[in-house]
């Protein structure tokens, strides 16, 4: 069965510094992975997904097929970066299993 | 250009009581779904249609069912409201299977069962 872990709730920094957001996946098939940002209040934005490895707002993922993760990553931490994230696997029937979410929280 | 749009906003049931929640979207999309929002749970996928006239269950259909009477709108009911369907939900949609194709989502309805 497939299944997205975002084992973090919680991950709070300060501006300026690295950021990695932890997702890890189980499936069977070849995976789709994306990974949607909610800012507050707001609905879910596509952020980013693995097929196009793209940088958006300076984020980048990569899919590790071996350690079956893609953890979503910048550099320097912005406080408009504070947001939910969420680490999505797309499943047949294009349907969407979601992690848990993880809370940013960028300090001045 | 609206994309996915859900009415109502915000609503306050009390146990016991029915509510349809409506989503409309103007994208011409085959697929459309109904999520849940739970602190720590993510979104759970409740109902799902692949076109006019079609629904199906997701993860977690017990207590609320859909139509699909137009392509353009996913109607969600629920019968008679538990404080457990006290929740955040989603509409989405998309144009199909194709991968790569992005899922949309509306901006969310906040219902809370008293």
């Known amino acids: 069965a497939q299944r997205v872990t975002q084992p973090e709730k919680l991950l709070s920094v300060f501006k300026g510094a690295p950021v990695e957001l932890k997702c890890n996946y189980s499936y069977s098939g070849s995976p789709e992975l994306f990974w949607y940002v909610q800012y507050s209040r707001q609905r879910l934005q596509l952020l980013l997904r693995h097929i196009s490895r793209e940088s958006i707002k300076g984020f980048t993922a990569d899919l590790n097929k071996g350690e079956t993760s893609f953890h979503l990553k910048k550099p320097f931490a912005q406080e408009e970066d504070s947001a939910m994230y969420y680490c999505?696997?797309?499943?047949?029937?294009?349907?969407?299993?979601f992690g848990g979410g993880t809370r940013l929280m960028v300090k001045p | 250009n609206a994309g996915v749009t859900q009415t109502p906003k915000f609503r306050v049931l009390k146990t016991g009581q029915s509510m349809t929640l409506l989503c409309a979207q103007d994208?011409?999309?085959?697929?459309m779904y109904w999520y849940r929002q739970d602190p720590g749970m993510g979104l759970r996928l409740i109902h799902y249609?692949?076109?006019?006239?079609?629904?199906a269950k997701g993860e977690v259909p017990d207590g609320y069912n859909v139509s699909r009477l137009k392509k353009q709108n996913f109607l969600l009911g629920l019968e008679s409201a538990a404080p457990s369907q006290t929740s955040v939900y989603f509409c989405?949609?998309?144009?199909?299977?194709?991968?790569?194709?992005?899922?949309?989502f509306g901006e969310g309805s906040w219902l809370t069962v008293v």
């Open positions: 999505a696997l797309r499943r047949a029937g294009n349907m969407l299993t």
């Open positions: 989405a949609s998309s144009s199909g299977q194709i991968s790569g194709n992005t899922i949309y």
């Open positions: 249609s692949v076109g006019e006239g079609t629904t």
């Open positions: 994208m011409n999309h085959e697929y």
